[in-house]
């Protein structure tokens, strides 16, 4: 199974500010990579997939980059609806499609 | 809309079956494929099962190999996830949810299923 490592576990920023997150695959996928948001009590909700493209209705601030190992999810200026669990996950060798442990982006 | 709305939650107590539903709307199933994944508290999504839009392809998780079904009510619009042999293990949030396109992400998803194991 292709596993996914995410990085850092907790970030956090202040409304207003840019926010990296980091995903890393244990084998190269390719661009078949998806971001995520969870809320609490929500089920997770697809922001970007195949690596930087955007679901429609998704704010441009949200920008997904990377191929092979290595991605990145960066929001541009944070705004207080974006403060969740982000997730990662592969969608190149499957089954199973497997999720990265997710980053928490908190309030400074 | 597409939507997809699932059972209420259940409490289970250890070695009992549960069977949680998934009825979809805004769009036909059977020209589908369902995927149920599950989310343990505070850890992260896991892929639990598959049924292709054909019925004909179904596939597991080795770590639940023998003890999860999926089947599909045509006429209902509707999936079901059996899971037999419950443990503690299995307490979690279960979710249906389908496929965006002809990529591998999940563009919907159920509200979630909460089933608790508990002697």
């Known amino acids: 199974d292709i596993v996914m490592t995410q990085s850092p576990a907790t970030l956090s920023v202040s409304p207003g500010e840019r926010a990296t997150l980091s995903c890393k695959a244990s084998?190269?996928?390719?661009?078949?990579l998806a971001w995520y948001q969870q809320k609490p009590g929500q089920a997770p909700r697809l922001l970007i997939y195949g690596a930087s493209r955007r679901v429609t209705g998704i704010p441009a601030r949200f920008t997904g980059g990377g191929s092979g190992t290595e991605f990145t999810l960066t929001i541009s200026s944070l705004q207080s609806e974006d403060f969740a669990i982000y997730y990662c996950?592969?969608?190149?060798?499957?089954?199973?499609?497997?999720f990265g442990q997710g980053t928490t982006v908190e309030i400074k | 809309q597409v939507q997809l709305v699932q059972s209420g939650a259940e409490l289970k107590k250890p070695g009992a079956s549960v069977k949680i539903s998934c009825k979809a709307s805004g769009y036909q199933l059977q020209f589908y494929g369902v995927h149920w994944l599950r989310q343990a508290p505070g850890q992260r999504p896991e892929w639990v099962a598959w049924?292709?839009?054909?019925?004909?392809?179904?596939k597991s998780s080795q770590k639940f190999q023998g003890r999860v079904a999926i089947s599909r009510d045509t006429s209902a619009n509707t999936a079901y996830l059996e899971v037999i042999g419950l443990t503690s293990e299995d307490t979690a949030v279960y979710y249906c949810?389908?496929?965006?396109?002809?990529?591998?992400?999940?563009?919907?998803w159920g509200q979630g299923t909460l089933v608790t194991v508990s002697s």
């Open positions: 049924m292709n839009a054909g019925q004909d392809t179904t």
């Open positions: 949810a389908r496929l965006f396109g002809a990529s591998g992400a999940f563009d919907f």
């Open positions: 084998q190269g996928v390719s661009t078949n």
């Open positions: 996950q592969q969608y190149y060798k499957w089954p199973p499609w497997t």
